[in-house]
């Protein structure tokens, strides 16, 4: 028999505002036309996605955009590189253009940074996953030229001996980024060494986390802290999902990684008083509270049974 239990939503966690406009931009183009095209999945969450489909949203790749003409596409939250725009120009492609702002700002930043050490023979780092849509979009701005690190094994890359501006996908975690920055810092300092008399290269470092996705560190790990089970509801495509649960579970050994409520296991919640459910900046409300519903509703079963 399982005791009372009482569950609570975390009302920090869902979309951010960038996944949130995108959503809103797709389905009010699709209120007007019974199909719309989507560059990449306009979310990282698989029930979402097919929401959306059912809605008449059709997910196409970049060589199906080079294929299509006289149609309209929704460029998703992630931003998009130059070429792309160039392809829509040339196919008579009508761009719904749903760029979070804030990607878009750093979109021009790292242009404007590019063209900058163009001039001084440096070089951009981004440190971001290599092939993820927006770091596609950032190393787009530098004509494909930045150098993409995720890890320490990644500096090898870098010339220690030239100038380096570093920058950082938005969604990427703080810690990593100044863990990434300080270790570029002492391999800057290494390199001095061998240049004797010559001043050392500089590195100029921007953080541009979004923080709306980095203070969510911290109020999950309270949230966790909390609760005697953590339920974590994330499409496992989600890198910014990945990370943030690795936060829950640093905090409470009771916290569960899951999709929708069919991988709930109810012998999680024996001998627990409280539920916590949280997820990703790519998880809608929707589905956190069908997990609500559900274990809430094993509860009421199990209370039947006795």
């Known amino acids: 028999m399982m005791g009372k239990l009482k569950v609570t939503i975390d009302q920090d966690s869902g979309y951010c505002f960038g996944v949130e406009y995108a959503i ?21 969450n698989d029930m979402e996605v097919q929401r959306l489909y059912n809605k008449g949203l059709r997910v196409i790749n ?38 979070c702002p804030v990607v878009l700002k750093l979109q021009n930043r ?21 092939g993820h849509a927006e770091v596609t979009g950032l190393d787009g701005q530098t004509n494909g030229n930045a150098i993409i690190v995720m890890d320490e094994a990644d500096l090898d890359k870098i ?44 590195l ?7 923080r709306q996705v980095s203070n969510r560190e911290p109020k999950l ?22 990370a943030l649960y690795q936060v829950c579970k640093a905090q409470n050994p009771n916290s569960y990684f899951i999709e929708n409520e069919k991988e709930v296991d109810p ?20 589905l956190m509270e069908n997990v609500k519903n559900f274990v809430e509703n094993i509860e009421h079963e199990s209370l039947l049974s006795c």
């Open 221 to 242: 790990i309270d949230f966790s802290n909390q609760h005697d089970v953590v339920l974590f509801v994330s499409g496992r495509k989600s890198s910014n999902g990945k």
């Open 62 to 99: 970049h060589d199906d955009l080079r294929n299509l003409s006289d149609c309209k596409v929704l460029i998703r939250a992630h931003g998009e590189p130059p070429e792309t725009y160039r392809i829509a120009m040339q196919n008579n492609i009508e761009l719904i253009d749903a760029s």
């Open 24 to 44: 809103r931009m797709a389905e009010d183009a699709m209120s007007d036309s019974d199909k719309l095209y989507c560059l990449g999945d306009i979310v990282h």
């Open 110 to 130: 790292v242009k404007n940074a590019h063209d900058k050490m163009c001039a001084d023979k440096g070089q951009i780092v981004i440190y971001g996953k290599k």
């Open 204 to 210: 100029n470092a921007n953080d541009s986390i979004c």
């Open 267 to 286: 012998l999680w919640f024996e001998g627990q008083k409280t539920v916590g459910i949280c997820g990703a900046t790519s998880t809608p409300m929707w």
């Open 159 to 202: 010339d220690f001996k030239r100038p380096v501006t570093l920058f950082s996908q938005t969604t990427k975690s703080t810690k990593g980024f100044y863990d990434i920055k300080e270790k570029i810092e002492n391999r800057l300092k290494e390199a001095e060494k061998d240049l004797k008399e010559e001043k050392s290269a500089i």
